[in-house]
């Protein structure tokens, strides 16, 4: 029922690396040419775990911020913000809560796993509990449709759908909703009135789902409907109340490949990135001291790609060409290794040349970083706005 909106955030723990923008920026950039996109950093979320550590999180809001736009997100077409400054994401995080069964949040398997995965950390908090709800008050406060992330944070949408579900089940049937719907069809002209029964009819009666889809089309196509005449008449039409917020979709992005410099994917745990706008000397530097297949002690030495970190790299550098010089040279000695890494340092550093210049206006004027910030803040704060008000309105706390 609304027009596809993207939402995606990332939390500032760290500089970015290629296993970022191979598997998450690059397709923020791709999404931007088609959707509306929301981007955001989620300063709230890094302090769930990282509250000891406040000096971490500054620094690298800002650098997150600069890779972004290095990778190639745009701000004309992105709105990028962050969470912190919408203070409204606080405000339907905590209104949520009130509906939220603990047995929910207890159950997100990502609560367990990460206890268990930080141990050194006491996250026996209520913050980190309450991590998946807001997620879903970041989400649901803008009525995404789609939210790009990867396998392990799909629990978290499945939650975030949940509490739509049931915000709109408690809240949804405001008083005098059947009258109110019908009033709101009348508006709708007598001929689109009697269709939309029609339609209405044979969806509710026979289950025809054409004739739910087809409604569904029409009512789209009324641009002089309210917000809430038009949510009403969704609701109305599949028999349910009035749908204040709506269930959002994850767009899963496929799973990272890229490997690190020693053949595991790349992460920061493993200490085997490339940062996105490392130097070139240090790229350089880490590539040709990367490990290679063991088996190749001496220059003469036969090696196996397959059981060399580089060639992981070759995969996903290179073209035919290289990667059959690549095979064919490795497994006859007839290349070195150091021979062998220079087509990837160069292909490295050619991704990356574009990434630096870009990042570069931002180093020189930071203000730069700063007023893209604020516009997005701006403009998200009134998207934000906008469901506050029908959220406060169906909890009783609208007093004006
Ligand atoms: N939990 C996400 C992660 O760790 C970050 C995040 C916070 C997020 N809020 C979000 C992602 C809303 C998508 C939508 O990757
Ligand atoms: Fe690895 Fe290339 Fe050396 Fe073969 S030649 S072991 S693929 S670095």
């Known amino acids: ?34 959707f509306e996109c929301l981007f955001f950093v989620a300063d709230w979320h890094a302090l769930t775990t990282h509250y000891d550590t406040p000096q971490v999180i500054e620094q690298n809001v800002w650098d997150m911020v600069i890779d972004w736009l290095a990778a190639g997100v745009d701000p004309a077409r992105a709105t990028l913000f962050i969470q912190s400054r919408v203070p409204e994401h606080a405000e339907l995080h ?6 939220t069964p603990l047995g929910w949040l207890e159950r997100v398997p990502t609560y367990k796993d990460q206890q268990e995965k930080l141990s050194e950390k006491d996250l026996s908090t209520y913050g980190f509990l309450g991590y998946p ?6 989400i649901l406060i803008y009525r995404a449709t789609q939210v790009p992330v990867g396998e392990d944070q799909v629990p978290h949408i499945e939650f975030t759908r949940e509490m739509a579900r049931r915000f709109n089940h408690i809240y949804g049937r405001e008083p005098g909703f059947e009258e109110k719907a019908e009033a709101a069809v009348k508006k709708l002209g007598s001929k689109k009135a009697r269709l939309y029964n029609e339609l209405r009819v044979r969806f509710q009666e026979q289950g025809d789902g054409e004739a739910l889809e087809s409604a569904k089309s029409l009512l789209d196509e009324q641009q002089s409907l309210s917000h809430g005449d038009r949510e009403r008449l969704f609701g109305y039409l599949e028999g349910g109340g009035k749908m204040i917020l709506s269930e959002p979709e994850a767009m899963l992005t496929a799973a990272s490949k890229m490997p690190g410099l020693d053949g595991q994917k790349m992460s ?11 130097d070139e000397a240090s790229v350089t530097k880490k590539i040709r001291t990367m490990p290679t297949d063991p088996a190749r002690v001496r220059r003469t030495d036969h090696g196996t790609p397959e059981k060399c970190p580089v060639w992981q790299l070759h995969l996903v550098y290179s073209n035919e060409e290289t990667k059959q010089w690549v095979r064919q040279g490795c497994t006859t000695a007839g290349i070195g290794c150091i021979e062998c890494k220079q087509p990837v340092i160069a292909a490295v550093l050619a991704e990356q040349e574009p990434m630096r210049e870009r990042a570069q206006q931002y180093l020189d004027d930071p203000t730069l970083v700063r007023n893209i910030i604020a516009d997005g803040c701006e403009k998200a704060r009134k998207l934000a706005g906008e469901t506050m008000r029908d959220v406060r309105e169906a909890m009783g706390l609208s007093y004006s």
């Open 1 to 34: 029922m609304f027009a596809d909106r993207v939402l995606s955030g990332m939390r500032p723990t760290g500089s970015l690396h290629l296993g970022h923008y191979h598997g998450v920026l690059k397709n923020w950039v791709e999404m931007q040419q088609e």
């Open 94 to 99: 905590l209104l949520l809560s009130m509906i």
């Open 133 to 138: 709800l807001l997620q879903s008050a970041d």
């Open 268 to 278: 920061k745990s493993y200490n085997n990135t490339i940062t996105l706008r490392e």
